[in-house]
Structures are given as structure tokens and as C-alpha cells.
């Protein structure tokens, strides 16, 4: 379900605050019925007529995007950066990422129109998995590693038990790559996870999200996700299950 106004602007017609307003003027209606109130949720099936012409909703549109570093997880940026919908010229619809990967982390975004989906993924309930891939300055101890999985104390709470193993360090130049495993996505957590054991972040990569991989992409390339795929995530982060 999804807020009616959102559904309006999305389908083209207005602005959200221009969609507010016809709303509130009486202009719309759903099922036959006219609606005031700007909380209605409605669906995909749900039949919207905006003074009396049909609303048609945009198809849904499902992509996975192997994001390069250096671009903003955003549809559009004020300094005049790259954003992540710029590897998308063709695509007609108003698609943006589920979620963020920050400016310098490269890797696996998923992007869409469906807001509910989006909110689906983003829930906490399930919090799907996410594999990264850090290439950290120092070679971090066992007991370094074993209080990343124990949870780390940071500004905004405990993170949860994360799984990390180290998969190759470079005694010479003194970095390590490390495998980092997680079921939840607060705000920069890998680089501030690694912060707080005292071996800084110097490469990120997004390697894995649920059961999606970066198999056959190379950075800015992106490919849509199958219908099977989408109903796949859709049953994990509503059950944790990957059915
Ligand atoms: N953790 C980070 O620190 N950055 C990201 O972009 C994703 C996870």
C-alpha cells in the first residue's frame, strides 16, 4: 500500500504537494468513492481517477545496479555530482535506491518505482544480509575480529552480532581484506564498525544483498532484477526466508 498523493505525483500528474492539494480539493477518486484525506494508502489494484480521468500507474520497475564509487546514492544532487539514477538514461520511470551505499562504497544497490517493495526491504524485521567486502588499514587480532561479531558500542546503539573473517592482509604494505557480514544497515556501519576497532576503512564494496550477487556486472553496469527474483526478496524480507 502506498500513500494516495505519492501514487499521483508518481504517475506523472503533479507534484506530491500539487497531488496534496487536489486531493484535499475533492478532486480524486478512489473506487468511485471521493477522497479527502492525505493518509489514504491505496494499491496497485485500486482504481484512482483525478477529475474524473483514470490515473494510470507507472509499471513497476525492478533494477540491480553495480554503483562505482564516487557517485551519490540519490536521484539527484545539488552540487552537481553523479547520482545513481545517471546510469539509468533510459529508463522513463521514477526510480530510486532502496537504502544507500555512501558516496566512496562501490557495489550491489537495488533500485524501483514500488515504494512498498522499497519499504518491504528496508523493514527491520528481517533485515536482509548484506556481505561487504572492506579493505582495511592494519591487520586487525582475533580479539579485534571477535568484537565485531559480539557487537560494537557506537553513537546510535549496539550493532547486532555481525560474522567477518579475513581473507587476505599484505604484512608489507599493513592492510587486510575482510569479509563483513550483516543483517542490519545503520548509517556508514561498516566504516564506523572498523573505526571503533581501530582499523579504518580504506576500500568498501557491497558484494552480496540477500541472494543477489555482482555476477556479470562490472561498476556502473546494472541489469533488471527477473520477476522471480522480486518475489524472491519479497518472501525473504517478509518471512527471512529466501523460498
Ligand atoms: N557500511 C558503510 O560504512 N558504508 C556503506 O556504504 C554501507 C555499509
Known amino acids: 500500500m502506498e500513500r494516495l498523493q505519492k501514487v499521483i505525483a508518481h504517475a ?15 478532486r480524486v477518486k478512489v473506487n468511485g468513492k471521493t477522497v479527502k484525506e492525505l493518509g489514504t494508502k491505496v494499491s496497485a489494484t485500486d482504481k484512482i ?34 547520482v545513481v539514477t ?8 521514477r526510480i530510486y535506491p532502496v ?10 544497490l537495488i533500485l524501483t518505482n514500488d515504494g512498498e517493495f522499497s519499504n518491504l526491504l528496508a523493514h527491520p524485521r ?21 568484537q565485531l561479531e559480539k557487537g560494537i558500542h557506537l553513537e546510535d546503539g549496539k550493532t547486532a552480532p555481525a560474522k ?7 604484512r608489507k604494505k599493513g592492510t587486510a581484506i575482510m569479509e563483513v557480514i550483516l543483517h542490519e544497515g545503520k548509517n556508514r556501519q561498516v566504516r564506523r564498525m572498523m573505526e571503533a576497532i581501530g582499523h579504518p576503512v580504506l576500500k568498501l564494496k557491497r558484494e552480496q544483498y540477500g541472494f543477489l550477487t555482482l555476477h556479470g556486472l562490472i561498476a556502473g553496469e546494472s541489469r533488471e532484477l527477473t520477476p522471480h527474483e522480486v ?10 526466508k529466501n523460498r
Do not use: M
Open 12 to 26: 506523472g500528474i503533479a507534484s506530491r504537494r500539487k497531488a496534496e492539494e487536489l486531493i484535499l480539493n475533492g
Open 49 to 82: 481517477k483525478v477529475d474524473e480521468v483514470p490515473l494510470v500507474q507507472e509499471e513497476k520497475r525492478y533494477f540491480l545496479l553495480y554503483k562505482p564509487r564516487g557517485v551519490i546514492s540519490a536521484v539527484s544532487d545539488d552540487k552537481g555530482r553523479k
Open 86 to 93: 545517471d546510469f539509468f538514461p533510459i529508463v522513463e520511470e
Open 99 to 108: 537504502g544507500r551505499l555512501d558516496y566512496d562504497t562501490s557495489g550491489l
Open 126 to 146: 528481517y533485515e536482509i544480509k548484506k556481505v561487504y567486502i572492506a579493505k582495511v588499514k592494519g591487520i586487525p587480532t582475533k580479539e579485534a575480529l571477535k
Open 164 to 170: 567477518v573473517k579475513l581473507t587476505s592482509l599484505d
Open 231 to 240: 518475489k524472491q526478496l519479497r518472501t525473504l524480507a517478509q518471512t527471512g
